[in-house]
């Protein structure tokens, strides 16, 4: 069975190729993350949405023309990454590019499942080259079912890089509701974090500081989020400073991420939409994160005051020793 679709899009060839080919393009309508070694035999691996992963090789690439590539999930699907392939075809047309999908090599129940999701995306690819606010938000990564400490992950990494893709170069200065960091430094926290933790995991990773915010946050995250996926939640992490349990550490993980995510967001005047599916889970996570004595070291204020009305983000907000009011 095959799933096989044509669309226009109102871009050249090389735009369209670039949309579906590049992780800070693919971002916009596609995926949560993607890595990318786009090479004749090169590897991918997309989070699709939070919590499925899909990968494999590519076939053949023409740039602005053609791509092909296998495709399978890391897990669910009994589809598993390699086993099946799709090809994309890219031919001027009247206006802008008709793009062609074929997905081959998949049963009549994977193949209707995968209907739905190419059909999903494409929609979301036309929308991305013909509104103006482009694709948007995904709600189909918004609830992770079901959540655990990274689907948990990918979906906070979701809410937090689309803040970040709005941030200018005038909002560097700006205060955050960390008392000790402007925009700027909050970025470079996060920044070392990320790399702290990914390094912890074994992780391959590069910082490339010169780019922006959404890109630098994205390439520092995704390989971090992958190893620590990869490595699952056993055990303890040894993270330099102590020897810290698995579940400890995805515990910051997740807290770097939203908390962070909402921190960028006060200081720039952005709505931070998130479900509450991932501010309980997270929640619950901080809950077990700061303990007292996290929070004697210094890493974290006391807790601040909050209503019995309020929901699971101003909880976790307040939990983190911030003030809802900032």
């Given at each position: 069975?095959?799933?096989?679709?044509?669309?226009?899009?109102?871009?050249?060839?090389?735009?369209?190729?670039?949309?579906?080919?590049?992780?800070?393009?693919?971002?916009?309508?596609?995926?949560?993350?993607?890595?990318?070694?786009?090479?004749?035999?090169?590897?991918?691996?997309?989070?699709?949405?939070?919590?499925?992963?899909?990968?494999?090789?590519?076939?053949?690439?023409?740039?602005?023309?053609?791509?092909?590539?296998?495709?399978?999930?890391?897990?669910?699907?009994?589809?598993?990454?390699?086993?099946?392939?799709?090809?994309?075809?890219?031919?001027?047309?009247?206006?802008?590019?008709?793009?062609?999908?074929?997905?081959?090599?998949?049963?009549?129940?994977?193949?209707?499942?995968?209907?739905?999701?190419?059909?999903?995306?494409?929609?979301?690819?036309?929308?991305?080259?013909?509104?103006?606010?482009?694709?948007?938000?995904?709600?189909?990564?918004?609830?992770?079912?079901?959540?655990?400490?990274?689907?948990?992950?990918?979906?906070?990494?979701?809410?937090?890089?689309?803040?970040?893709?709005?941030?200018?170069?005038?909002?560097?200065?700006?205060?955050?509701?960390?008392?000790?960091?402007?925009?700027?430094?909050?970025?470079?926290?996060?920044?070392?974090?990320?790399?702290?933790?990914?390094?912890?995991?074994?992780?391959?990773?590069?910082?490339?500081?010169?780019?922006?915010?959404?890109?630098?946050?994205?390439?520092?995250?995704?390989?971090?989020?992958?190893?620590?996926?990869?490595r699952g939640i056993?055990?303890?992490?040894?993270?330099?400073?102590?020897?810290?349990?698995?579940?400890?550490?995805?515990?910051?993980?997740?807290?770097?991420?939203?908390?962070?995510?909402?921190?960028?967001?006060?200081?720039?005047?952005?709505?931070?939409?998130?479900?509450?599916?991932?501010?309980?889970h997270v929640e619950?996570?901080?809950?077990?994160?700061?303990?007292?004595?996290?929070?004697?070291?210094?890493?974290?204020?006391?807790?601040?005051?909050?209503?019995?009305?309020?929901?699971?983000?101003?909880?976790?907000?307040?939990?983190?020793?911030?003030?809802?009011?900032?």
């Amino acid at each position: 069975m095959s799933f096989d679709k044509t669309i226009h899009l109102p871009v050249g060839a090389d735009e369209a190729f670039a949309l579906i080919t590049e992780p800070e393009r693919l971002r916009r309508w596609q995926t949560v993350a993607a890595r990318v070694d786009l090479r004749i035999g090169g590897e991918y691996r997309w989070t699709v949405t939070p919590g499925h992963h899909a990968a494999g090789t590519f076939q053949v690439i023409e740039p602005g023309k053609r791509i092909v590539f296998t495709w399978g999930w890391e897990s669910g699907m009994d589809l598993a990454p390699g086993a099946s392939t799709v090809t994309i075809t890219l031919e001027p047309d009247a206006g802008g590019t008709s793009l062609r999908l074929v997905h081959e090599g998949l049963t009549a129940d994977q193949a209707a499942a995968h209907a739905e999701g190419w059909n999903h995306y494409l929609d979301r690819l036309i929308a991305e080259t013909t509104s103006a606010s482009g694709a948007g938000p995904d709600e189909w990564s918004a609830a992770p079912d079901p959540i655990d400490h990274f689907s948990a992950a990918d979906a906070s990494l979701a809410v937090l890089l689309g803040v970040l893709r709005k941030l200018t170069p005038e909002d560097r200065e700006k205060a955050t509701p960390c008392e000790a960091f402007n925009a700027h430094e909050l970025l470079e926290h996060l920044a070392g974090s990320l790399k702290h933790i990914g390094a912890a995991l074994g992780a391959d990773l590069t910082d490339h500081a010169e780019a922006a915010p959404e890109v630098r946050i994205a390439g520092l995250a995704q390989p971090t989020l992958e190893a620590f996926t990869r490595r699952g939640i056993e055990g303890t992490i040894n993270m330099g400073f102590a020897e810290l349990p698995a579940t400890v550490v995805a515990g910051i993980v997740n807290l770097e991420l939203l908390v962070h995510a909402w921190d960028f967001a006060k200081a720039t005047g952005q709505e931070l939409v998130v479900s509450n599916v991932v501010t309980d889970h997270v929640e619950a996570l901080a809950m077990e994160t700061i303990s007292d004595q996290v929070r004697a070291s210094g890493s974290f204020a006391p807790a601040s005051p909050v209503a019995e009305t309020a929901g699971s983000l101003e909880r976790l907000i307040a939990f983190t020793g911030r003030t809802i009011a900032a």
